[in-house]
């Protein structure tokens, strides 16, 4: 998979593509500023942006991932940042879900978990960072439907937000597959939402769920 | 602008100078540290020789965060601003500078701890790039404080009788200087002709 890499910090930048060629990704440019990175859309199949680059050091990045895609429409991004955002997730995501990731920076040091994200996002998925998915959770009213979600299935609605599959939220809970499709079963009778749905699809309602 | 409106401004650009200092040092090599980890992590899983370089990187990267988060944390308020007050703290700078250096301190009032900060900053950076550039024999710093119309400001007058061509490098201490000096909108003039004198001038408009 070709990756092209825009982030400021030139350590960063060095060490995200040094990271990513170890694990056989093909690292076709990494550069420190928007500009450059939208002129290699063309080169690559998949980008990670820093949300903050020169001039302002606010959401340039932010601001490239949205230009990117609506040039080239699902054009798979991930974006980072210190400090996550609300607003971001929601800016990324009103562009269409597909093929969109909004992680916390620090993530890419679980490289395993990093690059399946990335390759997630590269074949039309979206990931989301657990924070984003807790800040969205903490901010719902008291009569919300959430609400009446035991801890265990807000834990699962998290891993379901951030895109994995049952086996994978199996995985990471320590507890059988089994076990997690009758708490997605719990989540979905509570909240109203069509037990259908699955993979991709399944993280945008839960995600559209989320945001109304 | 009122005295507490442009204290405000003040007040909010140092908050600002901060928060990008601590983003762009210590918070960008801790997320350093924490990726170089997680290479030499998979290393070990698969070829363990790449392990050592990536773990000595990852400390390099740690140190350097706790070198920017000490200069940042130092920055914001050094100590000696307290113990001594601004012209306590400019006269340590300037009995310590191995070149010798005079203080005249002028009209010095109670200004913002952001703009003490600030003032004192310059001048230690002044004081510490001509003792390591000028070759100067003698230095002189003078730091006033006047109102012209409504506008408060420190000036400060840093001058040297060295070698003059002291230029602005991207992260050198003349460049670090400016990044301070204009979170206030304040101004920085350099002059340094080859052959000197170096004088620099440095306005900082102050609230209160």
Redesign the interface.
């Known amino acids: 998979m070709r990756v092209v890499i825009a982030d400021d ?1 030139a ?2 930048r060095e ?2 593509a ?2 990513l060629r ?2 056989g990704f093909d690292v076709v440019a990494a550069v420190d500023n928007a500009e450059g990175f939208l002129t290699l859309l063309d080169d690559a199949d998949a980008a990670v942006l820093d949300v ?1 680059m020169s001039p302002t ?1 606010t959401y340039e990045g932010l601001q490239a991932a949205v230009e990117a895609r609506r040039r080239r429409p699902g054009f798979p991004v991930v974006v980072l940042s ?1 400090y996550l955002e609300e607003q971001c997730a929601a800016v990324l995501l009103d562009e269409g879900a597909a093929g969109v990731g909004y992680l916390l ?2 993530r ?5 978990q ?1 690059t399946d994200a990335l390759r997630r996002v590269a074949d039309g998925g979206t990931v989301m960072d657990p924070e984003v998915i807790g800040r969205m959770l903490s901010a719902r009213r008291g009569d919300d439907p959430i609400q009446s979600l035991t801890p265990r299935e807000r834990e699962v609605l998290g891993l379901m937000a951030e895109g994995l599959d049952n086996a994978s939220i199996a995985e990471r809970l320590f507890v059988s597959e089994t076990a997690v499709s009758k708490h997605i079963g719990n989540i979905f009778t509570k909240l109203g939402l069509s037990t259908s749905d699955s993979g991709h699809r399944r993280v945008l309602a839960v995600l559209a769920y989320l945001r109304s | 602008m009122t005295r507490r409106a442009a204290a405000l401004d003040a007040h909010v650009a140092e908050m600002r100078r901060i928060e990008r200092d601590l983003h762009d040092g210590a918070q960008n090599r801790l997320v350093s540290v924490v990726m170089m980890l997680g290479i030499a992590e998979r290393s070990l899983e698969t070829n363990s020789d790449e392990a050592l370089p990536q773990l000595r990187r990852a400390q390099e990267a740690a140190t350097d965060a706790l070198n920017g988060l000490r200069t940042t944390v130092h920055d914001i308020y050094p100590p000696i601003l307290t113990e001594r007050g601004l012209e306590g703290a400019l006269r340590a700078v300037a009995d310590r500078s191995v070149v010798p250096c005079s203080l005249e301190v002028i009209g010095l009032h109670r200004v913002p701890a952001a703009v003490e900060s600030a003032a004192y900053f310059v001048v230690a950076e002044a004081v510490t790039n001509l003792n390591k550039h000028s070759g100067a024999s003698r230095a002189s710093v003078a730091v006033d404080y006047d109102i012209a119309g409504s506008v408060e400001r420190l000036r400060i007058a840093v001058d040297d009788d060295g070698a003059g061509g002291a230029t602005e490098r991207a992260g050198g201490g003349i460049a670090g200087i400016r990044r301070r000096v204009e979170a206030f909108a304040g101004t920085l003039r350099l002059t340094s002709p080859v052959g000197g004198p170096t004088r620099m001038r440095v306005e900082l408009p102050c609230g209160s």
């Open positions: 910090d350590l960063l060490g995200l040094l990271l170890n694990e903050r050091f210190a920076k620090e890419v040091g679980k490289v395993a990093f």
